[in-house]
């Protein structure tokens, strides 16, 4: 079975990031795969998503890069079969400034368990800073959720040229792929997301996502509970869309469940 280290970036905030690390994890172990996420944005979202809010997190992937914690021992189980995670803390903002030079870092500490795990799916933070770069450089390859709204076209030409100086600049990963570019926030209703829709498959083509990410008032709510939306209401819209994500996944990376 591929092994498979994938990046969920974008450097414009509040485009499903986490959201999509929490639930396409969630589905891809359901459907058997054992995975693991490494939450590296100091906000923490997708640790408090799958149910390890702060004061559950004994320790973290920030302990781990200062060298005080093994990796092993920072590994959470979510609570979900299939599901651990390595949570963030708040100090992971001074990790920006601590790990100057250090782009191998969390590569190097990753092969200590890179057997464990079918697929690790890492949260970056919205920005492209020491810790998106030291993700980067961990990763084969990186999926790209964009929200369908009016400054997704203007961002994603940025967005473009930024990834195509990191992915050149990658020296000794001249392997990292695009995964996958995801439409997330979809709503028919509006004309935009179909301008959205045709700009962004114009531009990327094959690497887009047949399966969209509806905006689903129960994805949001799902945080709130700790919960991965498919625990909390496995048959609404955001659940299926997810569900549905992980099978284009696993089905494009010829993995068989
Ligand atoms: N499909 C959706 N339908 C409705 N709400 C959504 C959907 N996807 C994400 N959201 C909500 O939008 C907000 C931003 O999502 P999310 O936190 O996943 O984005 P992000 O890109 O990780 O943000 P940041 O850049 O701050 O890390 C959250 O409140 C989330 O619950
Ligand atoms: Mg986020």
Redesign the pocket.
């Known amino acids: 079975m591929p092994k498979k280290i994938v990046s969920v970036i974008?450097q414009?905030?509040?485009?499903?990031?986490?959201?999509?690390v929490v639930n396409l994890a969630t589905s891809l172990a359901a459907i058997g795969q054992k995975t693991l996420i490494i939450d590296l944005?100091p906000?923490g979202?997708a640790s408090t998503g799958v149910g390890i809010p702060q004061n559950k997190r004994s320790s973290t992937i920030y302990n781990v890069f200062s060298k005080n914690v093994e990796i092993k021992d920072a590994i959470h189980h979510s609570g979900i079969s299939n599901l651990d995670i390595i949570p963030s803390a708040v100090e992971l903002a001074a990790a920006e400034v601590e790990l100057s030079g250090q782009r191998n870092l969390l590569k190097e500490i990753l092969k200590n368990i890179h057997n464990d795990y079918d697929i690790i799916l890492i949260?970056c933070?919205?920005s492209l800073g020491m810790l998106t770069i030291n993700a980067l450089y961990a990763s084969n390859s990186i999926l790209i959720?964009v929200q369908c709204e009016f400054f997704a076209l203007e961002g994603l030409s940025h967005l473009i040229k930024t990834y195509e100086t990191v992915i050149q600049n990658i020296d000794g990963n001249q392997d990292l792929e695009i995964e996958g570019v995801l439409l997330?926030?979809?709503d028919k209703r509006n004309n935009l997301t179909e301008e959205v829709e045709i700009e962004v498959r114009k531009v990327f083509g094959e690497a887009v996502y047949k399966t969209v990410?509806?905006?689903?008032?129960r994805?949001?709510e799902a945080?709130s509970y700790g919960l991965p939306v498919m625990m909390y209401d496995i048959a609404c819209p955001?659940s299926i869309a997810y569900i549905n994500l992980a099978k284009e996944f696993v089905q494009r990376n010829g993995i068989v469940i």
């Open positions: 974008n414009k905030g509040g485009v499903g990031k986490t959201t999509t944005d906000q979202n949260d933070p919205p959720p997330t926030m979809y990410i509806p905006r689903n008032i994805i949001s945080p955001g």
